[in-house]
């Protein structure tokens, strides 16, 4: 079975988020997805304001109050509105079902200025969770983190652990980025399913460091399962991948929580 | 069942797990393919087409014979471009041409363009056109290539009734009200290779009717897993499934 890192409520049909929690748990039991880690709303904005913050996460509670036996939810965060993040880990996370916190993009990740919200999350034991896209053709968003400034981060943290969201993008040049800091751990998601990806991974990285997700309702669950399933590695290390590194990730919060699974 | 999206020899930026051709052939046959059409990699910046399409031939015949259907590429920039479509068929006995206006510089309201059409047609070859070869946003900083634009090619199909279109990685650069005119030319077929979001083989379905619906790939760049899986994770029932991987594409190819 599969544990997925990287779910959202956008780019699938429903009116609410319940219907959209719905249908991507339809889908994903075809394609024997067990688990779910949700983040962010229905609706984006580049650039959120604090209520944005606050409104995409109750969307993401919304949806996880008939799945909590299918879905993790990560609270979304953004280094623009510190103080409004460290109250919304409060709320959706130390009082609330969530465990773990996103960072999109609108700041980059290496900026000293988000470091209380990494020193509370992992005072948590939330899975801490951060997108990168390096990207030739022109298209960055403002404040859009790239594994260089992921590095910048994990060097002031070493002992906590993080996430390279979309593996940097250009994965090629994201796993180098990465590969000296153990703490850092790559995110398969949200790419094409380009083959080598994961090899490449596994071989400068250890499979231990490597976590599958999707990145739906966006991406096809498929596309992004068969970059694990098609590589050319051993059945272990495609187990680490599907589900062992995740959960491993999140057990320390999950048995805080007094959460089975 | 036919896989309508697959290249043999070497994509130009690093090497991929399954490009010999004994792998590629082994890794589809294991994954129940009876079918594969295959274009070259070299075909994108190789000048020297003639000869692409010639090892192109000669390796489809070697490693997969009756299994391989080699699809030349044409590129209507280059002199006497002419030769090389007779070629295709006369020589390499070929059922249809494998097209890549965006890496050959040339747009398709281009009136070479329409001479290429005029030709296939003609002798009756289907017309590949590969759309997209990779996302944008992780090309080579120094060859940035922008998708095809179909939006010409709802013209040539209106004016030219004989001319058949399989439109290849069409999702990531197809505007969905192109793509709806496209369909509606009944003469124009999308595989599934780029096709995202959460079931979307479904939605490709409901957007333009199973029958312009085809199994594609594009192995061995994309792990050849990607579209096994996104059938499964569409509900096709009624005949959809069977026309999708094998039905819609024998018809094809058998008229060609």
Known sequence: ??????????????????????????????????????????????????????????????????????AFGFCYVSGDHVEKSLSEIERCIAAGPMVGIKLWVAHHCNDPAIDPIIRRAAELKAVIYQHTWLKTDGTTYPGESSPYDLVELAKRHPRTPLILGHTGGQWELGIRAVRAYPNVSIDIAGSDPTAGLVEMAVRELGAERV?????????????????????????REKRLIFKENLKRMLMPILKAKNVQV | MIDVNVYLHRWPFRRVPGDEPEALVAKLRAAGVTQAWCGSFDALLHRDIAAVNSRLAVECRKFGPGFLEPFGAVNPTLPDWQDDI??????????????????????????????????????????????????????HPLVQVPHVDLAP???????????????????????????????????????????????GVEALVQQVG???????????????????????????????????????????????
């Open chain 2, 153 to 199: 090619l709802v013209a040539q199909l209106e004016s030219l009734t004989a001319l058949r279109v399989v439109v290849l990685n069409a999702f990531r650069g197809a505007k969905v009200d192109v793509v709806d005119k496209l369909a509606s030319s009944r003469r124009a077929w999308f595989e599934i290779a780029t096709k995202e979001n959460v079931a």
């Open chain 2, 86 to 139: 007779r070629r295709c068929q006369e020589t390499h006995s070929m059922k249809g041409i494998r097209l890549h206006p965006n890496y050959h510089g040339y747009k398709l309201d281009d009136p070479r363009v329409v001479e290429l059409l005029s030709a296939a047609a003609a002798r009756k070859l289907l017309v590949q056109i590969a759309v997209t070869m990779e996302d944008e946003r992780t090309q």
């Open chain 2, 210 to 256: 199973h029958e312009r619906v085809l199994f594609g790939s594009y192995a061995p760049l994309f792990i050849h897993e990607s579209a096994v899986w996104k059938l499964r994770e569409s509900p096709l029932g009624g005949g959809q499934l069977e026309a999708i991987q094998t039905g819609n594409a024998r018809q094809l190819i058998g008229a060609a």
């Open chain 1, 1 to 70: 079975m599969i544990w997925d890192l990287h779910c959202h409520l956008s780019g699938v049909t429903g009116r609410t988020p319940a219907e959209r929690m719905g249908r991507l748990i339809e889908i994903a039991d075809r394609v024997g997805i067990e688990r779910l880690c949700f983040y962010m709303g229905m609706t984006w904005t580049k650039e959120p304001t604090p209520e944005d913050l606050q409104k995409q996460n109750d969307e993401v509670l919304e949806a996880l109050q008939h799945y909590h036996d299918r």
């Open chain 1, 211 to 235: 976590i599958y997700g999707s990145d739906c309702g966006g991406r096809s669950f498929a596309s992004q399962i068969a970059k694990v399933h098609g590589a050319e590695i051993s059945e």
